[in-house]
């Protein structure tokens, strides 16, 4: 059974930084591109951050480039998403999601605030 | 890095059948074709189709997925109180290399 469990989240203030972990299980890790979407309170799908399987090839939403970075370590069946310079904007719940969408994370909650 | 379209809400009885649409470009749906998931309130969203009509297994025969050039839809027939949820479409952007998301359908089951 293919299991995603996302988490890290929290409370963060406007410049802050935080990084949110996805470990997965079930599935040949290392054959997937994982990859990184929020969700704003009320809001749409959104987007983040996605990295092929090896994790040589990453890609970002214009809005989190230069300030997120995804990676992975396939030998610990682990994807990352660093988060800098946070901003109010992206207070969301973040889902670590498999390649075409097969599988999710439940969510784990990022709220930047003063 | 403009999104898919999609009505924002379509309203049907039960045991009708509804069909959603999803609109893109020759780059994105046009392209390597469309995912569509399903999200009930407070639940991570859940895959229904992959590449236009690729069904995870699981998934109720009730529902169907096609594609005509660069619009995606999904239908539901004899449709349910729990089919009552919002609808995403999702699409790659080959041009862009960027994943692209619709602004969701909130199907209501009346």
């Known amino acids: 059974e293919v299991q995603l469990l996302d988490y890290g989240g929290g409370l963060v203030q406007p410049g802050g930084s935080l990084r949110l972990s996805c470990a997965a299980s079930?599935?040949?890790?290392?054959?997937?591109?994982m990859s990184w979407v929020r969700q704003a309170p009320g809001k749409g799908l959104e987007w983040v951050a996605s990295s092929s399987g090896s994790g040589d090839k990453r890609v970002y939403a214009d809005s989190v480039r230069g300030r997120f970075t995804i990676s992975r370590d396939n030998s610990k069946n682990m994807v990352y998403l660093q988060m800098n310079s946070l901003r109010a904007e992206d207070t969301a719940v973040y889902y670590c999601?498999?390649?075409?969408?097969?599988?999710w994370g439940q969510g784990t909650l990022v709220t930047v605030s003063s | 890095q403009a999104g898919l379209t999609q009505p924002p809400s379509v309203s049907k009885g039960l045991r009708q059948t509804a069909t959603l649409t999803c609109t893109g470009n020759s780059n994105n749906v046009g392209n390597e074709g469309a995912a569509w998931l399903q999200q009930h309130q407070g639940d991570p969203p859940k895959l229904l189709f992959y590449?236009?009509?690729n069904r995870p297994s699981g998934i109720s025969e009730r529902l169907s997925a096609s594609r005509s050039g660069n619009t995606a839809s999904l239908t539901i027939t004899g449709l349910q109180p729990e089919d009552e949820a919002d609808y995403y479409c999702s699409a790659w952007d080959s041009s862009l290399s960027v994943w692209v998301f619709g602004g969701g359908t909130k199907l209501t089951v009346l």
């Open positions: 079930g599935f040949p890790f290392s054959s997937y591109a």
């Open positions: 999601a498999q390649d075409w969408w097969l599988n």
């Open positions: 590449r236009d009509d």
